[in-house]
């Protein structure tokens, strides 16, 4: 992972760029960097504000060999990794909120969106695509943004080296990564997930496409789906969806 480390002034979007450059063959690992997108994009067709010199905006791409429906796998790879590189690198205590939120003090201060390029049944290639607030000033967030955003920066008082934190991340991920692929199982990265969840245990509101539902988080499967008890006390997995934790 980082063998090939691309890295750009401005660019609409790392995702979009890493996207392109899988098409063309990019090999497993690459990783496209940038000072500032224009055209940031977060889950569901949301925007992600990214301003220049103040974030880690970040793609890698990725080749594993697994099927279409293992993809949410990655993102849980990438969630442990990030949040241990952060704990690593900056000592600020962060948590994961299932399935791709990395928070501090209840606040999102990092986004992961995971995209897939596939043919029939198999992966050709993905993204992970890694958003992380590291010296944005909160106090320039738009108002509906400062309710539900913060930064590291906020968090340790000073400006941190980004770069430190990208070399913590690729360190990280490349360990866990190596292990899903060796060992077939996700198992280190669950155990990560599972230490620093702020979702477990917690009343959650799931919204997946048109459904909602209302159900405690149980825990984590080993393949990363979320265990929940409805309100029917059935216990059901969900893959992915948004979630929000009551108080948070
Ligand atoms: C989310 O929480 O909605 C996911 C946010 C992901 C943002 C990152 S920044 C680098 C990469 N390029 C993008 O356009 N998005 C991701």
Not at 40 to 49: E, P, Q, V
Not at 61 to 71: D, F, G, M, S
Not at 100 to 107: A, M, T, Y
């Amino acid at each position: 992972i980082g063998k090939h480390i691309y890295h750009f002034d401005s660019v609409d979007s790392t995702n979009t760029i890493a996207k392109k450059m899988a098409a063309e063959g990019a090999f497993d690992g690459t990783v496209i960097i940038a000072e500032e997108q224009i055209g940031g994009r977060g889950r569901l067709g949301r925007s992600w504000i990214s301003p220049k010199g103040t974030g880690i905006w970040m793609s890698i791409v990725l080749r594993p060999n697994i099927e279409p429906t293992e993809a949410a796998k990655i993102t849980q790879i990438t969630a442990a990794a990030v949040a241990n590189a952060i704990r690593k690198a900056t000592g600020c205590e962060v948590g994961i909120k299932w399935p791709n939120d990395i928070i501090i003090h209840n606040k999102k201060v990092c986004g992961i969106l995971t995209e897939m390029g596939a043919e029939l049944n198999s992966v050709n290639y993905i993204i992970v695509g890694i958003g992380i607030n590291v010296n944005v000033d909160i106090k320039e967030f738009p108002e509906e943004v400062k309710k539900i955003a913060t930064s590291i920066r906020a968090c340790v008082g000073k400006e941190i080296s980004r770069k430190d934190i990208v070399k913590e991340i690729l360190l990280e991920f490349q360990k866990l990564y190596l292990d899903f692929i060796e060992n077939k199982n996700i198992k280190k990265s669950i155990d990560i997930c599972k230490k620093y969840s702020v979702t477990l245990g917690k009343q959650v509101k799931i919204k997946n496409r048109d459904k909602e539902i209302i159900a405690e988080a149980i825990d984590l499967t080993e393949d990363g789906q979320l265990l929940i008890k409805n309100e029917s006390g059935e216990m059901q997995t969900v893959i992915s969806g948004e979630v929000s934790v009551r108080g948070i």
